[in-house]
């Protein structure tokens, strides 16, 4: 019983995580294209402050997300637009910041 578990798991790891990677890129395309509307909407005279302002962190909190998968530049520049801050920049000081942790923890100079 348990040659035949060691035998079937392997396929079956093999088509869940084909199936899996195809639709975790599906569903990045999807919300890249999501992003790229609500940039292209955010400009519309009709929209209200308060509506502008949950586009703008709607488009910040995706974008993050998505710059964490595939660092498009495109995306990058739609963020830094919306979040007033540089995503590399930001990046940059939150690896210094684990690595001052991680050396104050070890003891490291």
């Known amino acids: ?7 079937a798991l392997p396929p079956y790891q093999q ?3 084909s199936e899996l990677v195809s639709l975790m890129n599906a569903t990045s395309e999807f ?3 999501i992003v790229h509307a609500l ?3 955010s400009g519309q005279k009709s929209l209200t402050k308060s509506e502008r302002r949950k586009i ?3 488009i910040v909190a995706m974008t993050k997300v998505l710059l964490q998968v595939n660092e498009d530049p495109n995306l990058k520049a739609i963020y830094n637009t919306y979040s007033r801050s540089d995503y590399d920049a930001n990046e940059d000081a939150a690896k210094q910041n684990l690595k001052s942790m991680f050396e104050e923890i070890i003891g490291a100079d």
């Open 1 to 7: 019983m348990l040659l035949a578990w060691e035998q």
């Open 15 to 17: 088509k869940y995580t």
């Open 31 to 33: 919300q890249t294209k």
């Open 39 to 41: 940039n292209a909407a």
């Open 56 to 58: 703008s962190d709607l």
